[in-house]
T-cell receptor, first 113, second 112 residues
Framework: GAGVSQSPRYKVAKRGQDVALRCDPI?????LFWYQQALGQGPEFLTY????????KSGLPSDRFFAERPEGSVSTLKIQRTQQEDSAVYLC???????????FGPGTRLLVL | RKEVEQDPGPFNVPEGATVAFNCTYS??????FFWYRQDCRKEPKLLMS???SGNEDGRFTAQLNRASQYISLLIRDSKLSDSATYLC?????????????FGKGTRLSVIA
């Protein structure tokens, strides 16, 4: 079946521009996670949802980062006024819940110039 | 101190070699432990979960020592296709559906 999909796969933004990254989880998966992976580092947690409820946003690095999942399926991660330090791969993962495996999407590679 | 620490490598080993990776974690509340594999410019994929009793999956053996907060992965009879970055992962808290905390990864290159 279809896995987690993310779009766009690549995004180049000018510093100060707003960007929106989309995640389509596996159908029926209750929980959705966003991670940020800088070059040479492991992924770092940003935020997660259970259905439409955002249960933890403690990893969002600043108030320029905002995530939503209004209907409990597709999620959007928005970054306002992008900075060079926002350049990274943004990974989305979904899971059925109950501690089951998190399945990752291919990521969106963001480059801020 | 980072929550999950592992030797970044790289480990360059010949085909057929046995290689071991170690990691330590700092959060005693973590209840779930994993090794993920990440190929270059790809997403992480679950390699195996790690249980206190130790577990084996083919050429891969994982061990967990809760008292020392130490996790290991042993790869026997290395193949060229094992070349990747291996990420040590724990969950943030408790059990169930919680965020994952990743180490920086250990890079393995298996050479012919």
């Amino acid at each position: 079946g279809a896995g987690v999909s993310q779009s766009p796969r690549y995004k180049v933004a000018k510093r100060g521009q707003d960007v929106a990254l989309r995640c389509d989880p596996i159908s029926g998966h209750v929980s959705l996670f966003w991670y940020q992976q800088a070059l040479g580092q492991g992924p770092e947690f940003l935020t997660y949802f259970q259905n439409e409820a955002q249960l933890d946003k403690s990893g969002l690095p600043s108030d320029r980062f905002f995530a939503e999942r209004p209907e409990g399926s597709v999620s959007t991660l928005k970054i306002q006024r992008t900075q060079q330090e926002d350049s990274a791969v943004y990974l989305c993962a979904s899971t059925l819940g109950g501690g089951s495996e998190q399945y990752f999407g291919p990521g969106t590679r963001l480059l801020v110039l | 101190r980072k929550e999950v620490e592992q030797d970044p490598g790289p480990f360059n080993v010949p085909e057929g070699a046995t290689v071991a990776f170690n990691c330590t974690y700092s959060n005693s509340a973590s209840q779930s432990f994993f090794w993920y594999r990440q190929d270059c410019r790809k997403e992480p994929k679950l390699l195996m979960s790690v249980y206190s009793s130790g577990n084996e999956d083919g050429r891969f053996t994982a061990q967990l020592n809760r008292a020392s907060q130490y996790i290991s992965l042993l790869i026997r009879d290395s193949k060229l296709s094992d070349s990747a970055t291996y990420l040590c992962v724990v969950n943030k808290r408790g059990s169930g559906n919680t965020p994952l905390v990743f180490g920086k990864g250990t890079r393995l290159s298996v050479i012919a």
